[in-house]
């Protein structure tokens, strides 16, 4: 059987999109992936992947995989959600499903998935160079992703991803398919004041990347929505790659 892999759009040019990011230092390009790579990414998503809780908790991030969901039981899981909740209330915290894919990929958990195609797609040296092309960040030495999944009312707080330096710039691959945008969701940007100055709907195989550090926010999804707001997400970083 042949090796599935991940390919870029062959009709995508990166000049196409980088004036608009040194302008505005973000952009968005529409089907970046071809149509049977952001396909086989979707299913995978749906069928093939043990989805982990990320939430804020007062010592930090935490990941719960589902055998720690389990083990907590309902009460326990329920405290560390509210916990999270309150936390939001007065800064940063987050709730939502994610698949840790470098974890998974290197501890050789569900082998041939999908995304661990992905963030070898990602590394490999055509993309980096697009990458490197679209945001003018020269010194881009890797791509790390994760996949995240926000059900009805969960959120991710104001923050700027600021990293330790690493972190040139951070995107998001949309796999949200055919969102109305009162169902929430959204990636926002925030301007000194508080307000918006921009936001994007999660969409389908699209990919948004914005220079970092930069004031966003992902918008709690509404209990009444109709999709999956499911995408990756990462950094492009300048760190040393691992050895």
Not at 40 to 63: C, F, N, Q, R
Not at 228 to 237: A, E, N, P, V
Request: charge should be negative; proline fraction near 6%.
């Amino acid at each position: 059987m042949t090796e599935r892999t991940i390919r870029l759009n062959p009709r995508l040019d990166p000049r196409d999109y980088s004036a608009a990011y040194a302008r505005d230092g973000m952009v968005q390009v529409p089907d970046l992936l071809d149509e049977a790579s952001a396909e086989w990414l979707d299913l995978a998503l749906e069928h093939d992947t043990p989805w982990h809780l990320s939430l804020k908790t007062p010592e930090g991030g935490k990941l719960l995989s589902p055998q720690e969901i389990q083990a907590l039981g309902r009460e326990a899981l329920n405290t560390q959600v509210q916990r999270a909740l309150i936390e939001g209330r007065d800064g940063f915290s987050f709730i939502y499903l994610a698949y840790p894919i470098i974890k998974s990929f290197l501890t050789g958990q569900e082998p041939g998935h999908a995304t661990h195609a992905l963030l070898q797609f990602f590394n490999d040296i055509p993309f980096v160079e697009f990458a490197k092309a679209v945001t003018g960040e020269t010194g881009v030495t890797k791509i790390d992703a994760q996949a995240t999944w926000f059900r009805p009312g969960d959120f991710l707080t104001l923050h700027d991803d600021t990293g330790e330096g690493e972190r040139r710039a951070a995107y998001t691959l949309g796999l949200s398919r055919d969102w109305r945008s009162d169902w929430g969701g959204q990636l926002m940007f925030h301007d000194n004041a508080g307000d918006i100055e921009r936001g994007f709907k999660p969409g389908f195989n699209v990919w948004t990347v914005f220079k970092t550090p930069r004031m966003h926010s992902v918008a709690p999804v509404a209990a009444y929505a109709g999709g999956k707001r499911r995408s990756i997400t990462g950094w492009l970083r300048d760190d040393p790659p691992v050895k």
